[in-house]
């Protein structure tokens, strides 16, 4: 098992570092520079990279990374990505060195077509596909891709963390509380989330159950949800109508 050190980059994105001895992975390292200050800083020697998908927010770190260390690299097979040694498509079990864990490796098309999800030692690395509160806007997949994805990782346990890569979630969970105003769990969640984000607190990781009690994108058939998605134009209730009238009214919220 790894202790997790959260690093946050660019606007809004966190890079997830693993670390166990001296030894270190990193999880979608957008940016290398503040990756190798925690290296530098912590005195670890990075030795794999896991990448979810292509855009750069989320690789365009590991040249200069691999310039600094020898590390191995994790990605999509299916996606344009410089670097990667261990192409993947998702179903292969993985034992990326420096953090002393197995990673089942979880094909999530959606956000991506090739975009993928690591779950070991209770953890799920899931890039932009589920966020906390809310999920990833479709750029190559379609609805029903991205609800079977989520419906995938919705399924693990409920005490799951879940590491996304983005601070998204207040903003996620005005819009649910939109969609569901009714949800109590939702409601505690976000004026939570609202203190946690005024005092300057990451609201990363969440956990599936949490998710799955207050995220709208895995509530598709709860009445509320069903209901306020035909407002917004679902021409019926079946979940990818739900979904995906949900994702397009996300998308102008
Ligand atoms: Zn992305
Ligand atoms: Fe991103």
Redesign the pocket.
Known sequence: MFDVIRIPAFKDNYIWLLRKGAAAAVVDPGDARPVLEVLEREGLTLASILIT?H?A??QGGVAALLAHYRAEVFGPAAEPINGVSRPLRGGETIHPAGCDSGFTVIAVPG?TLGHLAYYGSGCLFC??TLFAGGC?RLFEGTPAQMLASLACLAALPDETAVYCAHEYTQANLRFALAVEPGNRDLQCRLAEVIEARARGLATVPSTIACEKASNPFLRCTQPEVVESARHRGAGTADKVAVFTALREWKNSF
């Open positions: 998908h855009h927010d989320h956000h890039g932009d990833g």
